[in-house]
Structure formats: structure tokens, C-alpha cells
């Protein structure tokens, strides 16, 4: 009888060892996916990339200009574009930074925020951010710098919503929709716009990837030259705490909500295309 209780005690205990057993096997493999992207930006979108709580970023982005213009080295010795700006992770899923770019004198505050994660079971099969601007132009206002009747003149807002994924270890793909804001147009515009971008990235290398990006207006303006879409292409090398993008590009705004609203630059026409890179320093403390 001693025997039968024995057994039986064991037959009503092993499914409880079997589930202990499930839930820890589970837990180990439904981690967070690797990053889709090895920078935040991929040239002047955003990617779904945060990184880890205390890490500050460090980012400088630079357009020369149109390069075919006449005695200016490929728009080297042209007129350029800079912005220099900085990101801090105070949540692991939330970012804040500060930029201020040249064109215009414009500082842009802004903030990005994971909702989903892709994971590597594939429960979560992709990634959603939210990243979101305001941008405040900082010309003096006179008739011949840009007239603002009032202080919210000055400023322009851009909302997009990340949609990533990481399908293998060399290929990502990623689709953002998009809505830019100007408080203040010029007559005949709307202050709106809807925009869709599409980027990727490819490495052929441990440290070396291609970079694909491209974004389409939906909204469009009677003024058709600023309906253009932008088309960006080029290379990338990482290192554990540095990246580094050279592309050719038709986008010269840098801040997004410029480059959506206000570019005039068609890629395949005369003046058109420029080249551009970008350098990022990570530092986590």
C-alpha cells in the first residue's frame, strides 16, 4: 500500500514540475529582439532604436551643398547645413533630446517612446515607436529674415509613429507614417502635411551596412516643387560606441518637419542631390 501512495503522489506532482518547467523555458526564450537598426537616425528619419537607460548620444549631421553646382568640389565648397544635437535615455523606452540646426536658427526639443517590442520567439513580431518634435525658429523677425507677428509663429511640430522589424540578422525594414505642423505658412500653402517614409538597412559586413531611405508627401501642395519626395542611399560603419552614414540625398532640412514641408530639391534634376553623413557617440553612465 506504502508503494501505491508513493506512485501515486508521483503521478500528481510531475505536471507541476512540467509546468515550473514550460514557464522558465519560455521566459528564457521570448527575449527582446536585437536592434533593428544601429543608429537612432537613418539619415533624417528616425529609426525604432532606444537605447538603454543613462546612455546620452552625441550627433552631428551635416549637408553640403547641391553638387552640381559649378566650382564647388561636388557642393563641398557649397553651401552647407549643419545640426549638432543630443539625446538622453532616461527610461529604457523613453528618450529626450536637443538639437539646434543652422538653417534658420532652429532648435528642436523632442521626445521618443517605445510601445512595442519585437521579440525573438516571435510573439511581437515587429517594433512600434512613437517620436514626436517642436521646433522653434530662431531668425530675428525682421522684413528680411521672416516676419513673426507673434512668438507661436515660430514654431512647427512633426509626430511619427515607427513601424520596424528585424527580419534577419543583415536585413531591417522599417515604414513611418508621419504628420508635420507649421503654425504659420506662406499663402497657398496648408500648415499639414501627411507623410510615409521607408528605409532599410543591409549589412554586407560585420561593421559595414547599406542604407536605403525614402519618403513620400502624401498631402500635396498647389506649389508643385514642394511636393518632392526624398530619396536617400549610401553607407554606414559601426563600432561598438560610434556610427557613421555617408549618403547621397535630396533632403538639406535636417529636421524633419522642414525636409517634408519645405523641400525644393527633386534628386534627379539640376541641383538636386547632395551628399551628407552623419557621426554618433554613444556614452552611457
Known amino acids: 500500500m506504502k508503494n501505491y ?11 507541476l514540475f512540467t509546468f515550473s518547467q514550460e514557464e522558465v523555458q519560455e521566459k528564457v526564450v521570448d527575449k527582446p529582439e536585437r536592434p533593428a537598426f544601429e543608429s537612432s537616425t537613418l539619415v533624417d528619419n528616425q529609426t525604432n532604436v532606444l537605447f538603454n537607460k543613462n546612455t546620452l548620444e552625441v550627433m ?8 552640381d553646382y559649378q566650382n564647388t568640389l561636388l557642393g563641398i565648397y557649397g553651401s552647407s547645413n549643419i545640426r549638432i544635437g543630443f539625446s538622453y535615455a532616461i527610461l529604457d523606452w523613453v528618450t529626450v533630446g536637443y538639437g539646434i540646426t543652422k538653417s534658420n536658427i532652429t532648435s528642436d526639443f523632442s521626445l521618443k517612446a517605445g510601445i512595442l517590442q519585437q521579440t525573438r520567439s516571435g510573439r511581437i513580431p515587429l517594433s512600434l515607436t512613437y517620436y514626436g ?13 521672416g516676419v513673426f507677428l507673434t512668438r507661436q509663429d515660430r514654431y512647427s511640430y512633426f509626430h511619427q509613429l515607427i513601424i520596424a522589424r528585424r527580419f534577419t540578422p543583415n536585413f531591417s525594414f522599417q515604414i513611418a507614417p508621419s504628420l508635420s505642423h507649421y503654425n504659420t505658412v506662406d499663402y497657398g500653402y496648408v500648415n499639414d502635411r501627411f507623410s510615409i517614409a521607408f528605409g532599410g538597412r543591409y549589412k554586407i559586413s560585420p561593421q559595414t551596412s547599406i542604407i536605403v531611405d525614402y519618403s513620400q508627401p502624401i498631402t500635396s501642395f498647389d506649389e508643385d516643387s514642394y511636393n518632392n519626395p526624398g530619396l536617400s542611399f549610401g553607407v554606414e560603419f559601426s563600432t561598438s560606441a560610434h556610427v557613421f552614414q555617408l549618403f547621397l540625398t535630396n533632403y538639406n532640412g535636417i529636421v524633419q518637419q522642414q525636409n517634408y514641408m519645405r523641400n525644393t530639391n527633386d534628386f534627379f534634376s539640376n541641383h538636386g542631390a547632395l551628399i551628407g553623413f552623419n557621426i554618433t557617440r554613444r556614452y552611457n553612465f
Do not use: E, W, Y
Request: charged content about 20%; cysteine-free.
Open 5 to 15: 501512495k508513493i506512485l501515486l503522489f508521483t503521478f500528481l506532482i510531475l505536471p
Open 133 to 145: 518634435n517642436v521646433a522653434i525658429d530662431g531668425r530675428s523677425g525682421d522684413a528680411n529674415d
Open 60 to 67: 552631428m549631421q551635416h549637408r553640403f551643398g547641391p553638387m
